[in-house]
């Protein structure tokens, strides 16, 4: 049972773009939500989150939107840069370590 | 430098024959989880540690144990490994498992024969 779900495997984008990757989740006992980013042959690395207390999060050109009657909740990187291509994945997590995390959306930045 | 180390980093095996995977983190970390990613399926906790001697099981813990009697070390154990283990883990810690993230290893690939 997939309690957090990305449902577009993959997303192409124009350099200098908006990348917008979505996530919903199902468990409304979820407080924390998290995105991190995976490069081939690395461990995920810890993006940008936000609490359920808040709608929105910013940290540089990543922020991360959440709608929580709508248990949704999106990454949006503007300006987009080839650098930005990899594998997003969306988590989420009710306080007690346990996080759960999405399948993943690739993310390519074309110069 | 802070990081989480896991070995080793690609391990073929046979099935039935015990395996250790071992993690170690450097920023004394209270929590510690470990992952099997799998195409498709995104990231499944396998069990995780809030602290020493707290161990609890995640989405996916049969086949797997896990220990952690110090601070620092958290390694998974597979009894008997069996094909349907093949795939990439993931050790990772996390100063509250809430805003802060977690901090991943490299991964291990295992292929169990």
């Known amino acids: 049972d997939q309690q957090v779900k990305q449902n577009s495997p993959s997303l192409s984008v124009q350099e200098g773009r908006i990348s917008i990757l979505n996530c919903d989740y199902t468990n409304s006992m979820f407080d924390y939500f998290l995105w991190y980013k995976k490069y081939p042959a690395e461990g995920p690395t810890f993006l940008i989150s936000?609490?359920?207390?808040?709608d929105k999060n910013e940290d540089g050109r990543f922020t991360v939107f959440l709608n929580k009657s709508a248990k949704h909740l999106s990454l949006h990187i503007v300006p987009s840069q080839p650098g930005d291509s990899a594998v997003y994945f969306c988590a989420a997590s009710d306080g007690n370590n346990d996080m759960r995390f999405g399948a993943g959306t690739r993310l390519t930045v074309k110069p | 430098e802070a990081q989480v180390t896991q070995n080793p980093r690609y391990l073929i095996t046979v099935t039935g024959k015990k395996l250790t995977v071992t993690c170690s983190q450097n920023m004394n970390h209270e929590y510690m989880s470990w992952y099997r990613q799998d195409p498709g399926l995104g990231l499944r906790q396998i069990y995780y540690?809030?602290?020493?001697?707290?161990?609890d099981k995640g989405d996916v813990p049969e086949g797997y144990k896990v220990s952690r009697k110090e601070k620092r070390n958290f390694p998974l154990i597979l009894e008997s490994p069996s094909p349907n283990q093949t795939s990439l883990y993931f050790c990772a810690s996390s100063l509250d498992g809430t805003l802060y993230g977690y901090t991943f290893g490299s991964g291990t690939r295992l292929t169990v024969v």
């Open positions: 540690s809030m602290n020493v001697e707290v161990t």
């Open positions: 936000i609490s359920s207390i808040k």
